[in-house]
């Protein structure tokens, strides 16, 4: 079943929505794989938490036209992007992501934030596609516990501190290439990997140029219109895939962020894609 981005706003969001092509899937695809081959030990570390930092081609998917066109549908033609990081469940794999609200500890205000999240390889239920509560952004903030649980995908494994009704959640079924859209207060999770293939998607957020960081100043990079506010710092587009250089950037960048998500936490972060390079 189709969503379409003109629903947005009653149900919280929107899918799926065709970004790439098959052969630009596949190069971005292969990328991964090559690079997650080649840096066994720390490739959770760089593709996780602005990865797009690190990596020129996933910063330019982040800025690119189709993406873009349907984010400024639901935000708006001033979009920064704050953050990005991949989600990746390989075959028979226990990860998986608690059912949350992004809103609980981004420190953005309003809560005028969607993730698109592409998918690089199929997203559907035996993959652990994303699921969502349609409406459930209309809400408001709900409380959330931390359980920082080795197999959840989250900086603190956290969790709303509800049941969720299972029976009202949406699976949100994605074919390479294709996308979907969420608001930053729907709650949403996923299932681990029961397929025999990866899953790979790259989820990357926009905020409208007026949205502010509370608890500190974070990087985000003007990908549409005009920044009339300046609240936060611009991070250059890396010179090269995982160049010292972007490294230096990418560290700083997640430094400033982890201030902030890990403020009021009990402990550090297990999520790798949260450590700074070279913390185990």
């Known amino acids: 079943m189709a969503f379409e981005v003109s629903d947005y706003h009653e149900n919280g969001f929107a899918a799926p929505i065709r970004v790439l092509g098959d052969a630009e899937t596949g190069v971005l695809r292969d990328e991964v794989a090559r ?26 998917l982040a800025l690119s ?4 066109d349907a984010v400024e549908a639901v935000l708006g033609p001033n979009l920064l992007v704050w ?33 698109a999240w592409i998918a ?23 409380a959330h516990v931390d359980s920082f649980a080795e197999t959840n995908m ?30 930053v207060r729907l709650v949403h999770g996923s299932e681990p990997n029961r397929a025999r293939y990866p899953r790979v998607g790259f989820a990357v957020r926009y905020i409208p140029t007026h949205v502010r960081q509370n608890g500190g100043r974070t990087f985000a990079v003007l990908a549409r219109g005009r920044d009339d506010y ?15 250089t972007a490294w230096d950037t990418h560290q700083e960048s997640l430094r400033r962020t982890n201030a902030i998500l890990m403020a009021t936490a009990a402990q550090e972060t297990a999520a790798p894609g949260h450590r700074l390079k070279g913390v185990d």
């Open 120 to 142: 690089l390889t199929p997203s559907v239920p035996e993959s652990g596609c994303l699921r969502v509560v349609p409406g459930s952004h209309t809400q408001g903030q709900v």
């Open 83 to 115: 953050s990005s990081g991949f989600f990746l469940k390989d075959p028979g794999d226990e990860k998986f992501v608690s059912w949350h609200q992004d809103s609980t500890y981004w420190g953005l205000e309003p809560p005028e934030i969607t993730t």
């Open 65 to 68: 036209e189709k993406v873009l």
């Open 230 to 244: 300046r609240h936060f710092d611009s991070p250059p587009r890396p010179d090269a895939a995982l160049s010292p």
């Open 154 to 183: 989250l900086s603190r494994g956290q969790e709303i501190a509800v049941d969720v009704t299972e029976d009202e959640a949406q699976d949100i079924e994605l074919q390479p290439g294709e996308m979907s859209l969420h608001h």
């Open 35 to 60: 690079l997650r081959r080649e840096h066994p030990s720390d490739a959770g570390q760089f593709l996780g938490t602005n990865c797009h930092l690190l990596l020129p081609s996933f910063y330019d």
